[in-house]
């Protein structure tokens, strides 16, 4: 039990831990008592008065413990994240799909476009001075497919990626996902997948989760199936008023034509062109410019369909509807305008696969954050990937999303990196 006693200096002084035996009992006034039987005895010192709130930003992040001890809605979000996880884990297991860890530490780290964080292992009998350059992961997604390949026709995972890349608001180096990959599943049976999940999740959580069920209804949020759709390319054609010729949609073609090409666009529309400034940059420049306050105007879930070929190079490409240009079996889920899900029918031919990572060798000479070749994993593809559809959702975002928490570090039990290092 605990004793508590006010202060008028806005603090609360503390015995945290003591044990007494006795007989509880109410006061004529009502006052919930123990008649104490035995003599109370100390189990644990608090040796500071704790207080009634931390104002300050910085001083909660560096205090996360004893942020969590003094504020109740803090701890309620950490209780709405493990209902999150409970849930998804209740969701994958139901239909048949099989837990796994893949590895954090290897050679390459691939699945996505982000700057990997580098670290060296001993090598074993070599020397002291003998180390091993490896690389944190960044995605799970390449060891999964693995799994696929090794008969395992669905697996998910959650855990830990590390992208080493800016923090802000909704980034931190390190962050939680869920992938998962199943043999044989269509663009369409991912979208049904992932209406079934979200919501279902709301549902659920607004049910029981009083912090979710406030700020569901708060913002006014609808997670009904069926989403809406938007097209990439004709709504950014229609936004901007023009139409983009082939050689820009088409990777395989002549990437220095498609550059020129998006240099002039950006200057006539007045767009500063990003750094480094590819192809596949400028697409998603546009894309943010141009179909990023359409996403952002909506309450419900928005799925973003038929990426640019060159912006998926780990997805199945497919010639678009009365088309001569070829577009990206892939979505992403937008919600409020922050990217929830990246999902898409996974490339299977290991030499369609060799011929997009090629590519991507072109522009990571200078973009660090482009996908690097993993000759391993190309190996491995060599034995036969089936179809696949693959998906992946940023724990921490969705979090964010459901309780309304501003900050990707009131997510994280001990905040973000910031608070992590030099945490008292």
């Known amino acids: 039990m605990s004793g508590l006693e006010s202060r008028g200096s806005g603090y609360v002084e503390e015995i945290s831990c003591v044990t007494v035996t006795g007989i509880v009992s109410r006061t004529r006034t009502g006052e919930l008592s123990v008649r104490a039987t035995s003599e109370i005895k100390l189990l644990s010192p608090c040796l500071h008065p704790i207080p009634l709130t931390l104002s300050r930003e910085q001083t909660r992040s560096h205090n996360r413990t004893v942020d969590l001890l003094v504020h109740s809605a803090a701890r309620d979000i950490l209780?709405?994240?493990a209902f999150v996880l409970t849930y998804l884990r209740t969701f994958f297991s139901a239909r048949d799909f099989l837990e796994v860890q893949t590895p954090i530490l290897s050679d390459v780290a691939g699945g996505a476009n982000a700057r990997p964080f580098v670290t060296h292992a001993t090598v074993l009998g070599a020397g002291a001075d003998s180390s091993s350059l490896l690389e944190l992961r960044i995605a799970p997604e390449l060891w999964l497919k693995r799994l696929i390949i090794s008969g395992f026709d669905r697996?998910?995972?959650?855990?830990?990626?590390?992208?080493n890349e800016g923090i802000d608001a909704t980034h931190n180096p390190e962050f939680t996902t869920c992938e998962f990959y199943q043999a044989f599943?269509?663009?369409?049976?991912?979208i049904s997948l992932t209406e079934e999940l979200l919501s279902g999740l709301v549902k659920s959580a607004v049910e029981k989760v009083p912090a979710i069920?406030?700020?569901?209804?708060?913002?006014?949020?609808?997670?009904?199936?069926?989403?809406?759709?938007?097209?990439?390319?004709?709504?950014?054609e229609e936004c901007i008023g023009m139409t983009f010729p082939n050689f820009v949609l088409n990777s395989s073609e002549d990437s220095e034509d498609a550059k020129q090409f998006l240099e002039r666009l950006?200057?006539?529309?007045?767009?500063?062109?990003?750094?480094?400034?590819?192809?596949?940059?400028?697409l998603d420049k546009l894309c943010d410019y141009y179909i990023g306050p359409i996403l952002n105007s909506t309450k419900t879930p928005v799925f973003l369909m038929n990426f640019p070929e060159v912006l998926s190079p780990l997805a199945k490409s497919a010639k678009a509807d009365g088309k001569d240009y070829r577009t990206a079996r892939r979505f992403e889920l937008y919600v409020a305008g922050k990217e929830l899900v990246n999902a898409y029918e996974e490339e299977n031919s290991p030499f369609a696969?060799?011929?997009?990572?090629?590519?991507?060798?072109?522009?990571?000479?200078?973009?660090?954050?482009a996908h690097a070749t993993d000759e391993g994993y190309l190996a491995s593809m060599e034995w036969g990937l089936p179809p696949t559809g693959g998906w992946g959702i940023g724990i921490d975002r969705l979090v964010m999303l459901l309780t309304?928490?501003?900050?990707?570090?009131?997510?994280l039990t001990f905040g973000g990196m910031k608070g992590v290092v030099g945490q008292e």
């Open 266 to 282: 950006f200057a006539m529309e007045g767009i500063p062109i990003p750094n480094p400034g590819t192809v596949a940059r400028m």
């Open 185 to 190: 599943a269509s663009l369409d049976d991912l």
């Open 353 to 369: 696969q060799r011929r997009k990572f090629e590519l991507q060798l072109r522009d990571r000479e200078v973009d660090a954050e």
């Open 404 to 411: 309304g928490a501003e900050r990707i570090s009131d997510v």
């Open 213 to 236: 069920k406030t700020n569901i209804h708060a913002k006014g949020f609808k997670f009904d199936a069926p989403f809406l759709r938007v097209d990439f390319i004709s709504t950014l």
């Open 79 to 81: 209780r709405a994240r």
């Open 155 to 163: 697996v998910f995972e959650i855990g830990q990626v590390f992208r």
